[in-house]
């Protein structure tokens, strides 16, 4: 599975969107962009997923760039409750292989 | 209506003991796997069965033994615990590689080892 960068930490203002880069150049062509937060002392939550064109659901917005290289979450008014640990996770989804978890960026939705 | 609940939600015990977690998930998921979250929050990956096959079997000690009785159930058994051991374990579930719907996981299991 290709490896992501994300920044450490990020704030964002309650009520504004929090957006969220992660860069994956090393993406190849079956590879999908997972993210997935942790709020604290939870489990995972699956957020989003996509392989080319940009997603959308209730929680949030997929940003991926034409060349797949990088990628964007974004969640277009963010609340305290936002407040977690977002990983992005490129892989091919397999029932042998893995999900991995790096480090994530810690977001901090201040009021 | 829980979907992937795991037991007990605490666990505290002495070096040495044995102990078993339990999960369970209601999401008819063909795959099951087991993480674990050390007190620096990275989550690795330990195990994971795929309709009660072993598929991953991650480097750790042999002391932890994973048994999946069907399907819907994946049991972490933990003998001669040790210091190290104290963590937070997550099961989770997932269809299809997770490919859909991503993976969903349980509440996780908070094991001090005292």
Redesign the interface.
Known sequence: DAKTTQPPSMDCAEGRAANLPCNHSTISGNE?V?W?R?IH???????I?GLKNNETNEMASLIITEDRKSSTLILPHATLRDTA?YYCIVR??????????G?GTTLQVKP | DTA?SQTPKYLVTQMGNDKSIKCEQNLGH??M?WYKQDSK?????MF?Y?NKEL??NETVPNRFSPKSPDKAHLNLHINSLELGDSAVY?C?SSQ?????????????TRLTVV
């Open positions: 999908y997972y997935y942790q002392s939870q489990g995972p939550q699956y957020i997923h640990v091919v989804p397999s029932n042998t292989g893995k999900l991995i978890f480090q | 992937v063909d795959t796997y929050k990275f989550l690795k990956i994971s795929n598929i991953i997550f989770a299809n590689g997770g490919g859909n719907y991503g993976y969903t996981f349980g509440s996780g």
